[in-house]
């Protein structure tokens, strides 16, 4: 079901849930919209979800970062901000029947204060010095 765990050895297990969170969510809302069959993408979702994964391999924050929604830096392009939001409102609340314990993960990677990167940065400097 994984196709794209290939980069997933050398990550913070953070970074790795932050992943299957959204993997799942996509299938959930790609189901349901596109009338698709099994547990294959439609092109426009397969795209969606590479495009994830590489924000989160580039994402500044990796294992401080809390949930996408309440990060501080939005580094979607607004169309793909627009489809994460539709896909977000979708399969969120649907997260807790699918997966719940992703979901709950989730809810508390959420409650994780979101830090701005000028926080990230000095913590790793204090950390290195
Ligand atoms: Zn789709």
Known sequence: MFKRELNLGKQHPRIIRE???IDKMVHIYC???HNIKSNQLCDECNEFLEYAFIRLDKCPFQEEK???GKCVVH???PQMREKAKKIMRYSGPRMLLHSPI????HLIDGR???QTLK???EKK???SS
């Open 112 to 114: 994780k204060k979101p």
């Open 102 to 105: 992703l979901a709950l993960h």
């Open 19 to 21: 992943k299957k969170t």
């Open 119 to 121: 926080e990230v940065k």
């Open 31 to 33: 189901k349901s919209h």
């Open 125 to 127: 400097s204090k950390k």
């Open 66 to 68: 809390s949930t996408c």
């Open 75 to 77: 580094c979607y392009q």
